[in-house]
């Protein structure tokens, strides 16, 4: 089994991999809801502070341009979670509308040309 670690996560992934690139036979430990709920957690808040410091070197440059192309992707981004079926969207709905009040913010800080 081959230990990676990854630059982002808190702790070292272990991958279920052979050195010659077949996968093994071995299974994953069962983690629990908590730990699931933990990393869900940790990801979200990585991701709402990327938009963040994106946003903010956006509106550091003056790019309105920029900021309504990251806002219409994330507005389209909405609807088609809004639709999605089979599934429940709803942690990602709301993580999508926190990066689109981050992203409105930013405009609103900027002066119309």
């Known amino acids: 089994m081959i230990q990676i670690k990854c630059g982002f996560a808190p702790a070292l992934l272990a991958l279920p991999v052979k050195v010659d690139g077949t996968s093994c036979s071995h299974r994953r430990p069962n983690r629990s809801i908590l730990d699931i709920r933990r990393t869900t957690q940790f990801f979200e808040s990585t991701m709402s502070l990327s938009v ?48 689109i009040t981050i992203i409105e913010a930013g405009l609103a800080t900027i002066a119309p040309e």
Do not use: C, M, W
């Open 52 to 99: 963040e410091l994106i946003v903010q070197g956006y509106v550091r440059l003056k790019d309105r341009d920029a900021l309504h192309d990251i806002l219409a992707h994330r507005q389209d981004l909405l609807r088609q979670l809004v639709s999605v079926t089979g599934v429940d969207p709803t942690q990602a709905i709301a993580q999508v509308n926190e990066e």
